[in-house]
């Protein structure tokens, strides 16, 4: 039984590995078709979401067919259990990532109007640290895993400045308040994601130390 469970162990590690693909590449192109204006990708990022769904699905199948056959306990319990969190984190940074490429098309019309606030900043530290979730989790990696949680409070601190920026805006112009709305949108979706990049990080510190560290502060390095 062993070897069949260590076998689909890697088969779910493989089928989750994929799904981190193609969700970070997902925000990468919400981000580019934003910048761009693109509405054609935009179009087909927020298709492209269906996919991500059927994989988060595919995988949670796979978790509950392994925990049922095998009933693994200590080590491998932990990494399935870590599995379906990440999955369920994925998934949701890949509506994020949907939701981002929504706000293009919603733009569209006027995307020549300059950004109350640079959000390409902060997508890039966004993408940071979401990368470096997914690399901690391909390498089993703590050190990475807990940078991951010292970079959530910058991003944290992007997000409140674009807040204070955008009062200002609206009540410089208050005729544009509905587009400048859709990028504190866009900032409220970086910020989640990069929220959700730090749960990953967390559940990769649970698979490896088997210690929860969810809601403590502490964890990380600090700077």
């Not at 979401?49 to 932990?78: F, G, H, M, S, W």
């Not at 999955?87 to 940074?93: F, G, K, M, P, T």
């Not at 979730?133 to 409140?160: C, N, P, T």
């Not at 967390?202 to 698979?207: D, F, K, L, P």
Request: glycine share 4%.
């Amino acid at each position: 039984m062993t070897l069949h469970l260590q076998k689909e162990l890697g088969t779910l590690k493989k089928m989750l590995l994929g799904l981190s693909a193609v969700v970070e590449e997902s925000v990468h192109q919400a981000v580019l078709s934003l910048q761009k204006c693109d509405v054609q990708l935009a179009e087909t990022i927020i298709a492209g979401d269906k996919q991500i769904d059927n994989l988060e699905v595919e995988i949670e199948e796979e978790c509950l067919k392994a925990l049922a056959l095998y009933q693994p306990v200590a080590v491998d319990l932990r990494f399935i259990v870590a599995v379906l969190k990440i999955n369920n984190d994925l998934e949701r940074i890949g509506d994020l990532a949907t939701n981002i490429a929504e706000r293009t098309v919603a733009l569209a019309s006027i995307c020549r109007m300059t950004p109350p606030f640079d959000y390409l900043s902060m997508a890039a530290k966004t993408q940071t640290m979401l990368k470096m979730a997914l690399d901690s989790l391909v390498r089993l990696d703590i050190g990475l895993a807990k940078e991951v949680q010292a970079l959530d409070d910058e991003v944290d601190h992007m997000h409140s400045s674009n807040f204070q920026i955008i009062k200002e805006e609206m009540r410089r112009d208050p005729e544009g308040i509905d587009s400048i709305t859709q990028y504190l949108t866009v900032s409220r979706h970086l910020e989640r994601i990069a929220d959700l990049a730090t749960n990953i990080a967390e559940e990769v510190y649970y698979m490896i130390e088997g210690e929860i560290v969810r809601h403590t502060s502490d964890w990380g390095p600090k700077y």
